[in-house]
C-alpha cells in the first residue's frame, strides 16, 4: 500500500542554517505530495505541495521537488529562522485521505 | 472566521466510558477527518465524510463511530474507551476531494488520556 517515509528526528539546528528533512514515499501512480507543518499547540497547515514529477512547490523560503525517479520529495531551507521549529509531515494523496509520514521535530536554535 | 474547532481540547477518561468529540467548521467544505496521532505514527485516519449524512471507515476505525447530521458539525464517539485510545485526535475539513489537490484544514487537537 501506499506509505511516507520520513528521516528521524529529532533535528537541531542553529540560526541561518541550511535545512534538509528527507521524505520518500511508495505508491502506486503518482500522487501529489504535501509537507504539512505543526506548531505547538496547534493543528497542522498545509505549507507546500506538488500534483506532478519535477514540479517545485514552495511557500516561506522552504521549497520540495517531486523527484519521481527516486520517489522523494525532500524539504528544504536555505536559512532557517526560530519561528521554523515546529513538527514537519510529509503526506502522499491516496484513495480518499492523506497518507501522511511519522513527522520529523525541528528545532533551531537562536 | 473561527475554521475548525475542536471541543474539548483536553479529556481524561476511565477504561469503559464514553465520550463524544466535536468538530465544528464554518467554511461550508464539504469534506470532513478524524485523524490520531500517536508519536512515531504520524497521522493516520480514523473516519472521514464526503457530505452531511455521510460517513465512512478510514485506516483505524475499529472502536470508534461517527456521525455527519449537519454540514458543518463531524462527531466521533467512543462507546468504551481503551487505554488504547489515548492519543491526540485531529479533526479537518476540505472544500473537496482529495483528487481535485483540495487543501485539508485542521482542528488544534485533542487530547485524550484514557486510564
Known amino acids: 500500500g501506499d506509505s511516507v517515509t520520513q528521516m528521524e528526528g529529532p533535528v537541531t539546528l542553529s540560526e541561518e542554517a541550511f535545512l534538509t528533512i528527507n521524505c520518500t514515499y511508495t505508491?502506486?501512480?503518482?500522487?501529489?505530495l504535501f509537507w504539512y507543518v505543526q506548531y505547538p499547540g496547534e493543528g497542522l497547515q498545509l505549507l507546500l505541495k506538488?500534483?506532478?514529477?519535477?514540479d517545485k512547490g514552495s511557500n516561506k523560503g522552504f521549497e520540495a521537488t517531486y523527484r519521481k525517479e527516486t520517489t522523494s520529495f525532500h524539504l528544504e531551507k536555505g536559512s532557517v529562522q526560530v519561528s521554523d521549529s515546529a513538527v514537519y509531515f510529509c503526506?502522499?494523496?491516496?484513495?480518499?485521505?492523506?497518507?501522511f509520514g511519522q513527522g520529523t521535530r525541528l528545532t533551531i536554535n537562536p | 472566521n473561527a475554521g475548525v474547532t475542536q471541543t474539548p481540547k483536553f479529556r481524561v477518561l476511565k477504561t469503559g466510558q464514553s465520550m463524544t468529540l466535536l468538530c465544528a467548521q464554518d467554511?461550508?467544505?464539504?469534506?470532513m477527518y478524524w485523524y490520531r496521532q500517536d508519536p512515531g505514527m504520524g497521522l493516520r485516519l480514523i473516519h472521514y465524510?464526503?457530505?452531511?449524512?455521510?460517513?465512512a471507515k478510514g485506516e483505524v476505525p475499529d472502536g470508534y463511530n461517527v456521525s455527519r447530521l449537519k454540514k458543518q458539525n463531524f462527531l466521533l464517539g467512543l462507546e468504551s474507551a481503551a487505554p488504547s485510545q489515548t492519543s491526540v485526535y485531529f479533526c479537518?475539513?476540505?472544500?473537496?476531494?482529495?483528487?481535485?489537490?483540495?487543501?485539508?484544514?485542521f482542528g488544534n487537537g485533542t487530547r485524550l488520556t484514557v486510564t
Open positions: 479537518a475539513s476540505s472544500y473537496s476531494g482529495l483528487e481535485n489537490n483540495s487543501p485539508l484544514h
Open positions: 503526506a502522499l494523496q491516496g484513495a480518499q485521505k492523506l497518507v
Open positions: 467554511m461550508n467544505h464539504e469534506y
Open positions: 506538488a500534483t506532478k514529477a519535477d
Open positions: 505508491a502506486t501512480g503518482y500522487p501529489s
Open positions: 465524510s464526503v457530505g452531511e449524512g455521510t460517513t
